[in-house]
């Protein structure tokens, strides 16, 4: 079976913060992809990254990063120097080679505050 | 290129009727997966389209169904509407191929159907 777990359903911090966005998964699959995505309010789900399972470097992008690590199951998201703008809900979804559905969280729900 | 475009926005039905959606992929895409979205259940993966033909399907009753064109539009139909099918209906297309790994996908902004 597979499964995302976003632990972390609301989170708010205050501009300029720092914050790390919890993602664990499980699967049987020895080949799998990961993947974030934000929903802003306006709705429109938007990809910010994938990474396969072979790959655990971690990732920078800006003030996103993305801590991968098969030991823990777990990729996280972090962003630095938060913005009003980051404000939406943030989705990390898996999907098995073999299994073959995309898996998502329930979400986590940033909120920035000025 | 213009992105994943979704008819109608917004939909009223009643209880009873049944209720078609429609999604434009992203122009070479031809990969193309129906989400339901709703603040209880969250995403989830309703079925995938490539090439015409389902690739998978998820946990849903035969009430839903779908369908791919030759030119990757896709439609999703909802028969016989319950309270519950009330939910944001997302449409998703990515480059990927079966067998290609798994690509990540473009959603469009969604049809909000309502069941009265």
């Known amino acids: 079976a597979q499964k995302v777990t976003q632990a972390q359903t609301e989170i708010s911090v205050v501009e300029k913060e720092d914050v790390t966005l919890d993602c664990v998964y499980e699967?049987?699959?020895?080949?799998?992809?990961l993947f974030w995505y934000k929903q802003p309010p306006s709705g429109e789900l938007v990809f910010l990254i994938r990474?396969?399972?072979?790959?655990?470097q971690n990732e920078i992008s800006g003030r996103y990063s993305w801590n991968f690590q098969k030991s823990t199951s777990s990729f996280n998201f972090t962003i630095t120097a938060s913005q009003v703008v980051d404000s939406a809900v943030y989705f990390c979804?898996?999907?098995?080679?073999?299994?073959?559905?995309?898996?998502f969280g329930t979400g986590t729900r940033l909120k920035v505050l000025a | 290129k213009a992105g994943v475009t979704q008819t109608p926005r917004y939909l009223i039905k009643t209880r009873g009727q049944q209720v078609t959606l429609s999604c434009s992929p992203i122009?070479?895409?031809?990969?193309v997966s129906w989400y339901q979205q709703t603040p209880g259940q969250g995403l989830q993966f309703l079925f995938e389209?490539?090439?015409?033909?389902?690739?998978n399907k998820g946990n849903f009753p035969g009430r839903f169904s779908g369908r791919q064109f030759s030119n990757s539009r896709s439609e999703m139909n909802v028969s016989t509407l319950e309270l519950g099918d009330s939910a944001l209906y997302l449409c998703?297309?990515?480059?990927?191929?079966?067998?290609?790994?798994?690509?990540?996908?473009?959603f469009g902004p969604g049809t909000r159907l309502t069941v009265t």
């Open positions: 990474r396969n399972s072979f790959d655990e």
């Open positions: 389209y490539f090439s015409e033909t389902q690739r």
């Open positions: 699967t049987r699959d020895t080949t799998y992809y």
């Open positions: 998703a297309s990515s480059s990927r191929r079966p067998g290609q790994g798994a690509g990540e996908q473009y």
């Open positions: 979804a898996l999907r098995g080679e073999r299994t073959y559905k995309y898996i």
């Open positions: 122009s070479g895409h031809r990969s």
